[in-house]
């Protein structure tokens, strides 16, 4: 088998182009599988089997609470987004806690709360689970997998996509996307990222931004109705400019966005700025890159707006005159857009 | 909501009476819910939706390694084992891990390689993962979160329960149990508990003790072709004690145990002689407790030892005469035998 001598880094888990090499060398290559159409190598947002798509995701963010939210509602946000992200809508869902010995029961009671109140508004039903507790210094770590299926709002969105262009899958794939489609993002980017880390210890800006975490599918549903998108990814770890890269890459185009048509909060442009990090490769929990087909580029972004995601934009283009992730500014002058290495946050998710 | 004092403490997560009471009070109140016949409080092995079942588990085993496997072994072991007692083949898995900063890729590596021997000889589809680096002291923690299905061979276990009587339910249930049913346990009991506790820092007998991790769906296949078996669990956490507990409660049977049938290895029973430990409550990986209609319960056991499980026993039979679970000595007298308040030994699984 593979033999391997060094350690884990940080970097090795932190949603970039390392995470990726890392996945790829040691873990992928020993169990590259697939129950459908969706292989484990092929890394998208779920995977699937007959009428399901399944994902699972462990939380270590560090606070357990920031503002805007907690590690619960992180937990369903991000497990139901992955499943979101493949036009699948979120039912079924297990619970795994790994707590540390000690942990106030105040707090936890606290997590779980916001667990239920999103599974709630979800209408997912958690069904299974699992408790250990430790006495590693990790405070409060989630696993939630779950489990989505097909549904009307999907099979519509790929029959308008199929009225423009061949499109093979039978879910949103990451790997979709066609050239001279339209890419919008659902909103104002980095939020989760900056929230997490401003809530550190020794840092604390005096910031009014909170953790964007929110279930996509609640607007996705409207969205996949009128239908039209290619491709679709929730930018997590390493934020816009990984999932952007994740898409042209797995898609085999390339990518004009118009860099002031990204949207984003001042503060929250200020805050990178000070800091040396770049917005683009934050985290964000709540939002959805997606590329649609020229034709229906507009009426998706009225029906993203129309379902509350009133910060929706339009910031570019595919393309198949290159390869790359270009970033265009006001007046016209590019630079590529590489993947970030690593996200700049650790334990931000 | 539910507000509570205290913190969180080592027996709310070591699988007996305090454990139950723990989820009873603080988790399962805020999500309790179904997608099929099982609810979350029911606190089955799995939980169903359509033809599938549905559990989740996190590893946190220390040490990682130990003789007769490691945490990646017990990984796919303990999951596909929660699928296979509800008479269910396993069939898809997910693999969320998180790695401590600084871990060897070497003992990485070897891990691995358990988990993918493991799971293709049980043709288990991988094909979901996540992947978090902390600066915790965890070593190496596995979730799997797997999914099974119906099959001919459960299919006619329950054909073949209902020659014999009134049987609700669509899976093996652990409150499946009848009166008049008789116990099997599917070989020698406490190797798992026993092992990792020898292999801590600062015990070390010299013992020749493997864990029994194994897949019990290499043999369950066959012995449910055979047919008859009205409820399962694999004794785990807590041990036997807490698996003939929980069956004899939520089916609503006593139930009386042959002391001197219970099937041990002597070095075992002298380990836990010598640290005042009850091999009873040790844990278990690779074992099941089997509730067998009387009139079929010797061609199971012949099937058990066919399939290779040769310690296979008859420990005892179901009751209505009481409700408790009772430990008969050869001589004849009688005690009971309580569910134990925590497994004895941390982290064992």
């Given at each position: 088998?593979?033999?391997?001598?060094?350690?884990?880094?940080?970097?090795?888990?932190a949603?970039?182009?390392?995470?990726?090499?890392?996945?790829?060398r040691?873990?992928?290559?020993?169990?590259?599988?697939?129950?459908?159409?969706?292989?484990?190598?092929?890394?998208?947002?779920?995977?699937?089997?007959?009428?399901?798509?399944?994902t699972?995701?462990?939380?270590?963010?560090?606070?357990?609470?920031?503002?805007?939210?907690?590690?619960?509602?992180?937990?369903?946000?991000?497990?139901?987004?992955?499943?979101?992200?493949?036009?699948?809508?979120?039912?079924?869902?297990?619970?795994?806690?790994i707590?540390?010995?000690?942990?106030?029961?105040?707090?936890?009671?606290?997590?779980?709360?916001?667990?239920?109140?999103w599974?709630?508004?979800?209408?997912?039903?958690?069904?299974?689970?699992?408790t250990?507790v430790?006495?590693?210094?990790?405070?409060?770590a989630?696993?939630?997998?779950?489990?989505g299926?097909?549904n009307?709002?999907?099979?519509?969105n790929?029959?308008?996509?199929?009225e423009?262009?061949?499109?093979?899958w039978?879910?949103?794939?990451?790997?979709?996307?066609?050239?001279?489609?339209?890419?919008?993002?659902?909103?104002?980017?980095?939020?989760?990222?900056?929230?997490?880390?401003?809530t550190?210890?020794?840092?604390?800006?005096?910031?009014e931004?909170?953790?964007?975490?929110?279930?996509?599918?609640?607007f996705?549903?409207?969205?996949?109705?009128?239908?039209?998108?290619?491709?679709?990814k929730?930018?997590?770890?390493?934020?816009?400019?990984?999932?952007?890269?994740?898409?042209?890459?797995?898609?085999?185009?390339?990518?004009?966005?118009?860099?002031?048509?990204i949207?984003?909060?001042?503060?929250?442009?200020?805050?990178?700025?000070?800091?040396?990090?770049?917005p683009?490769?934050?985290?964000?929990?709540?939002?959805?890159?997606m590329?649609?087909?020229?034709?229906?580029?507009?009426?998706?972004?009225?029906?993203?707006?129309?379902?509350?995601?009133?910060?929706?934009?339009?910031?570019?283009?595919?393309?198949?005159?290159?390869?790359?992730?270009?970033?265009?500014?006001k007046?016209?002058?590019r630079?590529?857009?590489?993947?970030?290495?690593?996200?700049?946050v650790?334990?931000?998710?």
């Amino acid at each position: 088998m593979i033999v391997n001598g060094g350690v884990v880094r940080k970097e090795d888990g932190a949603g970039g182009r390392y995470m990726s090499e890392f996945l790829k060398r040691i873990v992928i290559p020993r169990f590259d599988s697939s129950a459908g159409e969706i292989k484990l190598s092929d890394m998208d947002d779920s995977s699937d089997f007959d009428d399901y798509v399944f994902t699972t995701d462990t939380y270590v963010v560090d606070p357990p609470v920031f503002p805007g939210g907690s590690i619960g509602k992180l937990a369903v946000c991000g497990t139901s987004n992955d499943i979101a992200v493949m036009g699948a809508e979120p039912k079924i869902m297990s619970l795994s806690l790994i707590i540390q010995e000690g942990f106030e029961i105040q707090l936890l009671s606290r997590i779980l709360d916001e667990m239920a109140f999103w599974t709630k508004k979800l209408d997912i039903s958690l069904i299974t689970g699992d408790t250990k507790v430790v006495n590693a210094n990790i405070g409060i770590a989630i696993n939630t997998s779950g489990i989505g299926v097909r549904n009307a709002s999907l099979e519509r969105n790929i029959d308008v996509v199929r009225e423009y262009r061949r499109y093979p899958w039978k879910w949103v794939r990451d790997c979709g996307a066609g050239e001279k489609e339209v890419i919008i993002v659902s909103g104002r980017i980095a939020e989760h990222g900056v929230s997490v880390l401003n809530t550190r210890e020794g840092i604390s800006f005096d910031l009014e931004v909170e953790s964007d975490a929110y279930p996509v599918w609640l607007f996705l549903r409207d969205v996949l109705e009128v239908g039209g998108i290619t491709a679709m990814k929730d930018p997590t770890r390493g934020g816009l400019a990984n999932a952007l890269n994740e898409i042209s890459e797995k898609s085999g185009v390339g990518m004009v966005i118009h860099e002031e048509r990204i949207p984003m909060l001042e503060s929250v442009r200020g805050f990178c700025d000070v800091l040396g990090l770049d917005p683009l490769a934050m985290a964000n929990e709540g939002k959805v890159v997606m590329i649609v087909v020229e034709e229906m580029a507009d009426d998706v972004l009225k029906s993203l707006r129309k379902a509350g995601q009133k910060y929706a934009e339009i910031i570019g283009y595919t393309t198949s005159e290159h390869q790359e992730v270009v970033l265009e500014t006001k007046i016209g002058t590019r630079k590529i857009l590489p993947p970030p290495m690593a996200d700049p946050v650790p334990r931000v998710c």
